[in-house]
């Protein structure tokens, strides 16, 4: 059994930071990929960014030189560092795990970006 329980959603004005974070425990295997998505209401998920067990990275265009992620792999931790926020990245967010063909989701964070 995996579980991912996410943090650091909150309220937060446009230009300001935010930093999520994700803790995997259970039967995590070292080949894995992390990572964060987001949905918007009335929108679909979508991924914000990823970072694979060798360190690679993949982030959305439009949070590239906005949005930074980052992974304890000992610790099966991944962080989130958003920085410029944008009223349009209101959104709940979500960390998720690819591992084995599966995909493990937490629960969400909301992070609302407003005056």
């Known amino acids: 059994q995996v579980q991912l329980v996410d943090s650091g959603g909150g309220l937060v004005q446009p230009g300001g930071s935010l930093r999520l974070s994700c803790a995997a425990s259970g039967r995590v295997f070292s080949f894995n990929v992390m990572g964060w998505y987001r949905q918007a209401p009335g929108k679909e998920r979508e991924l914000v960014a990823n970072?694979?067990?060798?360190?690679?990275?993949n982030y959305a265009d439009s949070v590239k030189g906005r949005f930074t992620i980052s992974r304890d792999h000992a610790k099966n931790l991944v962080d989130l560092q958003m920085n410029s926020l944008k009223p349009e990245d209101t959104a709940v967010y979500y960390c998720?795990?690819?591992?084995?063909?599966?995909?493990?989701w937490g629960q969400g964070t909301q992070v609302t970006v407003a005056s």
């Open positions: 998720n795990l690819q591992m084995n063909g599966n995909n493990y």
């Open positions: 970072i694979l067990s060798t360190g690679s990275t």
